[in-house]
């Protein structure tokens, strides 16, 4: 029996895709065609460190297969979303903030020796681009920015039509580059990164330091007030977003794509997000090149990293350096 | 006979690369192995316009062919580069000042009519990226940015070993990059572009402000008096490649190259321009992506462009979107 073909010399018919986040896990089986047979979500385990990780991480693959009436025999394998950087040479886990007891580890080997699949490590910004880029917003388009606005700020490139991963698999590292060298401290040591002026957390330190209560501070919270007509909180969301946007034209000007599609948590606010973003692209980035490009919020929602995942298994292509 | 056959019957062995500049036009004939056969450097024609210009050029390939002893069936195709933003779908030459005559034109296919030879029009820094990665520095690696610092600031992107050139052919506007967006004012009526602060012309300007001659203000000049100990053109030089560092890092944090090329005139500068850039690289960026950066100096010169306007004939994966 061939690793690539199932029981009845088919190739396999099904890929998993695994989304590990800070809070929460969720997981896919998924047909090549894109369906969805089977989910879960799971609450992300803090506590299992080494080969723990690996099984707790099969056993939601087995439930979903399982769930689906399909056995190992019917999967091409696995793709795992961690949320930090993944060296793509080693697979091996490095700056995993928000899952500690994976940093140092090739997570994908601990999964492969307990399910006997090929397994790919990929990170989360990264999958959810693949995914937007197979059946979201990004269908068909060749050159593309997908950005993650949450906490933080992810950011997958698709570049030729294809998942363009660097030198080692950290290209994409937008939340930390310096907009502004003598700025606010950046949660990782530096000064100055976009991260500090434009994600969810920057908006939450804003509203913290303009004197809103705890439970009004964050993000989606400073959105709807700013969307009820609270001008502290539009100034907030006016100042975030435009630093955003002057990023975002950087890379119009860098990248020359066809398209930038805004996912993540606070991609749900639509246009009032994308408004600022598209006047900011507009005034900073080149004409000819602003003309090109697309700005648009993501269409695929959680599910965007769990078929990023199946995509990146079923197409070796997908993860390849372009 | 073939388009791409001689009169034997074999693959056409060399190609013209034209390199047209403010001041000169360059050209070279290559065989497939990168060996220059026939070379020739003229001042670049302002005088011609339309038709006229493709003449002008087909005149360089035809003197360079006489030259080697060779006839137009010996050239698989001409590629040329222009001073400016070339549509990659339409070949047409848009913002080209110090080719004003050229602006609008698809020069390349004046120069087809005029020698029946496939021709092909591309950005003077994404050519020059094309040789450095065929011949030079740059030689096997997969994922370069190859910068070209002169008067402004050019870039060409060297991604999954193929030239990258975006949706429209305009990637790697690194020149009009926001570095300050309250910034000094640019030539292209921007404010705060990389070109106000790390440019020759930047280097220029700051000389003349801080009450350089004229004749002590080029940036060659400036970098001179740097190296003998004058403090302000000491601070002159300092203080722009800390920019031009700043943005360096940046494109490290986006794109996770293997290296930096740097050519243009001032490249010959060496470590005296690229040790404060890989100074400001290392400071300002992520830490696992700086070290896999290696940065240096362009190895081909004036030949750069010219020969990676060969290697684009050659191949035409050198030049199609990744």
Chains 1, 2 share one sequence.
Not at 292 to 302: D, F, K
Request: negative net charge; charged residues 20%; glycine residues 14%.
């Amino acid at each position: 029996l061939s690793e690539n073909l199932d029981g009845r010399n088919r190739p396999r018919p099904y890929a998993a895709g695994l989304d590990a986040g800070g809070s929460f896990t969720k997981g896919a089986v998924v047909d090549r065609d894109g369906r969805i047979v089977a989910r879960l979500r799971v609450p992300s385990d803090h506590g299992a460190t080494g080969p723990a990780i690996g099984r707790g991480l099969a056993g939601i693959v087995r439930r979903m297969l399982m769930d689906a009436g399909l056995s190992d025999d019917d999967l091409a394998g696995v793709c795992i979303s961690a949320p930090g950087v993944v060296d793509a040479a080693t697979q091996i886990v490095h700056s995993c903030p928000n899952l500690q007891n994976w940093d140092g580890l090739a997570v994908g080997a601990l999964v492969a020796s307990e399910l006997g699949l090929p397994t790919i490590l990929e990170n989360d910004a990264n999958q959810a681009a693949v995914g937007e880029h197979w059946l979201g917003a990004a269908r068909g388009r060749a050159n593309v920015i997908c950005i993650t606005l949450g906490t933080g700020i992810g950011c997958g490139l698709i570049l030729g039509g294809r998942l363009y991963q660097g030198a080692t698999g950290g290209a994409g590292e937008l939340s930390h580059i310096v907009v502004a060298p003598n700025g606010r401290p950046c949660t990782c040591g530096q000064v100055g990164c976009l991260e500090s002026y434009a994600s969810g957390r920057a908006i939450t330190a804003q509203a913290l330091a303009l004197g809103f209560d705890a439970a009004d501070s964050p993000p989606e919270r400073v959105f709807a007030a700013a969307q009820e007509g609270d001008p502290r909180a539009e100034a907030i969301i006016q100042e975030a977003m435009e630093w955003l946007g002057l990023a975002l034209a950087n890379l119009v000007n860098l990248f020359n794509p066809d398209m930038i599609v805004v996912g993540g948590g606070l991609a749900a606010t639509g246009d009032q997000l994308l408004d600022p973003i598209r006047a900011a692209v507009w005034r900073w980035g080149r004409g000819w090149l602003a003309d090109q490009v697309a700005i648009v919020t993501a269409e695929l929602g959680n599910d965007a990293g769990v078929t990023g995942g199946a995509a990146i298994v079923f197409n070796a292509k997908g993860k390849d350096d372009v």
